[in-house]
């Protein structure tokens, strides 16, 4: 799946990749997407969590090796 937009969090941890989600998150569109690259083994938790605390839908979640990939749909 392509997102509209790429997130590079990888080395970084948590809140920070959360944090800079919800930044580019509120960049996009309606129905626009988010591929956020994420290294922390927390972030699998802290995506779920953030997805149904604001309500955007976390549309794919899966690991590539060492790097945890997440794509978010902008629905807000």
Do not use: W
Request: hydrophobic fraction near 45%; proline fraction near 7%; charged fraction near 25%.
């Amino acid at each position: 799946m392509m997102a509209d937009q790429l997130l590079d969090a990888k080395g970084l941890n948590c809140p920070l990749p959360i944090l800079r989600a919800k930044k580019a998150l509120n960049a996009l569109p309606p129905d626009g997407t988010l591929e956020v690259q994420a290294t922390d083994p927390g972030a699998v938790k802290d995506f779920e969590a953030f997805c149904r605390a604001t309500g955007n839908q976390l549309m794919e979640s899966r690991v590539d090796g060492k790097v945890y990939v997440f794509v978010i749909k902008h629905t807000a």
